[in-house]
């Protein structure tokens, strides 16, 4: 079966931070609970089996709502190359890891393809995400490719976060 995959997103940021560090930040639970959540969220749950075929399965409330409905996502693992890339089918999931539709988005894809490439730059770690529709109609798809702007705020949140929890681990060592 030939996969049928959109425009990509892309998204590029440099960070001062050794490339094995921003690969960990990526893959580990203990990092990805610290960092991965947009502004106004936190995670509360994570777990994390990086392996091919493993899942990063999590879920995130808006910060200082004990109370409120988590939204659950996950990542099943297709390809990691350690330090350098890293490629997961990305979609909302349930508590239990079953996949479901976007919670305010019913026409969202139900399964996104993101690749993320590490390379060694002066002084760190150049960090490109491509992040597709995958095997989506073609209503998913114009939703995504016309979510692009969206996702580059969210994402450039999520990277601000990184950002700051990378440059904390260093200062710690």
């Not at 960990?24 to 994390?48: I, K």
């Not at 190359?81 to 019913?106: K, N």
């Not at 730059?121 to 209503?139: I, K, P």
């Amino acid at each position: 079966m030939t996969e049928k995959v959109s425009a990509p997103f892309i998204l590029e940021r440099r960070f001062s931070a050794p490339r094995e560090l921003v690969y960990a930040a990526l893959t580990e639970a203990r990092h990805l609970a610290a960092w991965m959540s947009p502004p106004g969220m936190e995670m509360s749950h994570c777990t994390v089996d990086a392996c091919v075929g493993g899942v990063f399965h999590y879920a995130m409330k808006p910060s200082g709502a004990p109370d409120a409905s988590a939204m659950w996502g996950k990542w099943t693992f297709r390809e990691l190359t350690p330090p350098e890339r890293i490629v997961v089918v990305v979609q909302f999931s349930d508590a239990e890891g079953g996949v479901t539709r976007h919670p305010m988005a019913s026409e969202w894809p139900l399964y996104t393809l993101s690749t993320t490439t590490l390379s060694e730059v002066a002084g760190g770690t150049l960090m490109r995400l491509e992040w597709r529709a995958l095997d989506a109609s073609e209503a998913e798809e114009a939703i995504f490719d016309a979510s692009h702007a969206s996702m580059s705020q969210g994402w450039g949140g999520s990277m601000d976060a990184l950002e700051r929890y990378l440059t904390q681990r260093q200062a710690d060592r």
